[in-house]
């Protein structure tokens, strides 16, 4: 007989499951429309008209600070080749959440068929913590390359570009790797329990 609090995180486990399930088809999706963009984008540089009725175009990297760059800079500059790097970078980023999303997956497998300690889910737990480490690391650089090229095409003067690592993102890739161990220890005590039955 099932408790009745294991049913209840049992379903909400499915539809988790399913939710991760979708989100990672979408994600797929939006890596190859990226992937499109940018092949389309090299082939086809002409394509892209940016600048606005005022004859100027605006830029926001990060969502922080907006660049206002007038036609004659954009005249001089080849920004098909910015976009094609922008797209190559959303790409990366979204293969990264990708691997991360099929670990939940593998884990979320697992608690729906009711072995939350399995082996492969402290593996999960700890292929994401990597995943996530290398992430506070990875994406800064492409950010920073990105912004640099952006600055350099651009000649924006009194403008640096620094470089720093995610911390807050380094620690929790941090927390799931000691969170994988304390599953592995988990995963070690289940399986002792079940030789001895």
Same mark, same amino acid.
């Given at each position: 007989?099932?408790?009745?609090?294991?049913?209840?995180?049992?379903?909400?486990?499915?539809?988790?499951?399913?939710?991760? !399930?979708?989100?990672?088809?979408?994600?797929?999706?939006?890596?190859?429309?990226?992937?499109?963009?940018?092949?389309? @984008?090299?082939?086809?540089? +002409?394509?892209?008209?940016?600048?606005?009725?005022?004859?100027?175009?605006?830029?926001? &990297?990060?969502?922080?600070?907006?660049?206002? @760059?007038?036609?004659?800079?954009?005249?001089?500059?080849?920004?098909? !080749?910015?976009?094609?790097?922008?797209? @190559?970078?959303?790409?990366?980023?979204?293969? #990264?959440?990708?691997?991360?999303?099929?670990?939940? +997956?593998?884990?979320?497998?697992?608690?729906?068929?009711?072995? &939350?300690?399995?082996?492969?889910?402290?593996?999960?737990? #700890?292929?994401?913590?990597?995943?996530?480490?290398?992430?506070?690391? @990875?994406?800064?650089?492409?950010?920073?390359?990105?912004?640099?090229?952006?600055?350099?095409?651009?000649?924006?003067?009194?403008?640096?570009?620094?470089?720093?690592? !995610?911390?807050?993102?380094?620690?929790?890739?941090?927390?799931?790797?000691?969170?994988?161990?304390?599953?592995?220890?988990?995963?070690?005590?289940?399986?002792?329990?079940?030789?001895?039955?």
């Amino acid at each position: 007989m099932k408790v009745p609090s294991l049913v209840k995180y049992s379903k909400l486990s499915k539809s988790i499951s399913g939710i991760i !399930n979708v989100l990672f088809w979408v994600v797929l999706g939006l890596a190859a429309a990226s992937i499109l963009a940018a092949i389309g @984008i090299g082939a086809f540089p +002409k394509a892209i008209d940016l600048i606005t009725a005022d004859n100027s175009f605006s830029i926001s &990297p990060d969502n922080i600070i907006r660049f206002e @760059i007038t036609a004659s800079s954009i005249s001089d500059t080849d920004i098909s !080749n910015l976009y094609s790097l922008l797209f @190559i970078s959303i790409t990366l980023l979204l293969i #990264m959440i990708l691997f991360v999303l099929q670990q939940l +997956k593998n884990i979320l497998k697992n608690v729906v068929d009711a072995k &939350p300690f399995a082996k492969e889910n402290a593996k999960s737990i #700890m292929y994401t913590g990597y995943i996530v480490i290398a992430g506070s690391v @990875i994406v800064p650089v492409m950010k920073a390359f990105m912004v640099n090229k952006i600055v350099h095409a651009f000649d924006i003067s009194n403008v640096n570009v620094v470089y720093t690592i !995610n911390t807050e993102i380094l620690i929790l890739g941090i927390l799931l790797l000691l969170l994988s161990a304390i599953f592995n220890y988990g995963a070690y005590l289940q399986q002792e329990y079940d030789t001895t039955i």
